[in-house]
């Protein structure tokens, strides 16, 4: 699929793409390579769908639009779930995954952002009741313990060693920073020598300043890092799973606590408020290249903490990209 110097160059725009006015010509020459050979291979790699983007991640609690999210599963049958699927993708805009997964019960899962828990849960009965579906779980995030997509190429598994994930963030709007430039920094940043040039002068800001900014809103949990982000089903990570942990709501923080310390093949990791009978408060991903690598981390869960896991994995993605 990619030969050993592509690998690394994939995985250098993932863990280590430096945070300067020209971060691709210095990442040619921490890897020795031309700053064109770069930009080519890049620009390659985002034509063929490789890299979704380069640039901002962002952390969308600090934008009060979408600053709360939540986890929804609703029932039906498998031959009803592209139906279903349609309306959910059409009707919600702040849509973030949409998959099918191999629970008995709850076949659809997708997860959505918005300014309240209140509004989400009205959206959710509302769109339950569009579909035709009477029994649904919504699980709005609690606390985010972890949040960082990344994939080594090398062992065949997601691998972060990101720290715990703050618990206050402030709002943008607080900071009194223009929302807009932080989406284009995120989605619109160009593969090209100084790739800040173009945003930095439609904002008013000198490209040395836009970096200065970058770095301090990754220090105040704005922006989580500057990274390229793949896109799994083009690196052969075939398969997610999503991992619930069956555990009492008062030892959920501190399980997550440990989850975080000592598990990096975990991208996301999030406590959830969870209805009266559903026994699963916290939720960690796992991707791989093959379905042993996650079970292998389940069982180690399982086994180090006396907990139960259930993982489901996901059988489509029901989300167009």
């Not at 430096?18 to 691709?24: R, V």
């Not at 949409?98 to 997708?110: A, D, M, P, S």
């Not at 439609?202 to 922006?223: F, N, T």
């Not at 489901?312 to 989300?319: C, E, H």
Request: hydrophobic share 40%; charged share 35%; proline share 3%.
């Amino acid at each position: 699929m990619f030969d050993e110097v592509e690998k690394i160059i994939l995985m250098e725009v993932q863990y280590n793409l430096p945070l300067t006015e020209q971060p691709f010509v210095d990442l040619a020459e921490n890897l020795g390579l031309k700053a064109n050979e770069i930009f080519e291979k890049l620009k390659e790699f985002k034509q063929r769908g490789v890299i979704k983007r380069i640039g901002t991640n962002l952390n969308y609690r600090a934008f009060k639009r979408i600053g709360k999210a939540a986890l929804v599963a609703f029932t039906c049958s498998e031959d009803e779930a592209l139906r279903i699927a349609e309306i959910i993708n059409e009707s919600i805009d702040s849509l973030k995954h949409n998959f099918l997964r191999n629970h008995e019960r709850y076949k659809i899962w997708f997860t959505f952002k918005g300014e309240s828990k209140e509004e989400m849960l009205r959206k959710v009965e509302e769109l339950a009741k569009r579909c035709g579906v009477k029994d649904y779980l919504f699980l709005p995030s609690k606390r985010v313990y972890k949040m960082d997509v990344k994939y080594d190429l090398f062992k065949g598994i997601s691998w972060s060693k990101k720290g715990l994930e703050k618990d206050e963030v402030p709002k943008v709007d607080e900071l009194g920073i223009n929302a807009r430039m932080l989406f284009e920094l995120e989605r619109k940043l160009p593969i090209s020598e100084r790739p800040f040039k173009d945003i930095a002068s439609k904002y008013g800001y000198k490209e040395s300043e836009l970096v200065d900014l970058i770095a301090e809103l990754i220090d105040k949990g704005v922006i989580r890092d500057f990274s390229g982000v793949l896109r799994e089903s083009k690196i052969g990570f075939k398969e997610n799973g999503m991992n619930m942990v069956k555990i009492e709501p008062e030892r959920a923080e501190k399980l997550a606590l440990k989850l975080v310390k000592e598990f990096p093949q975990i991208t996301h990791l999030v406590e959830r408020e969870v209805p009266e009978g559903w026994c699963y408060p916290v939720y960690f991903m796992v991707h791989a290249d093959s379905r042993d690598k996650i079970e292998d981390v389940r069982r180690e869960v399982e086994e180090r903490y006396d907990v139960e896991v259930l993982t489901l994995y996901s059988m489509m993605n029901l989300k167009p990209d």
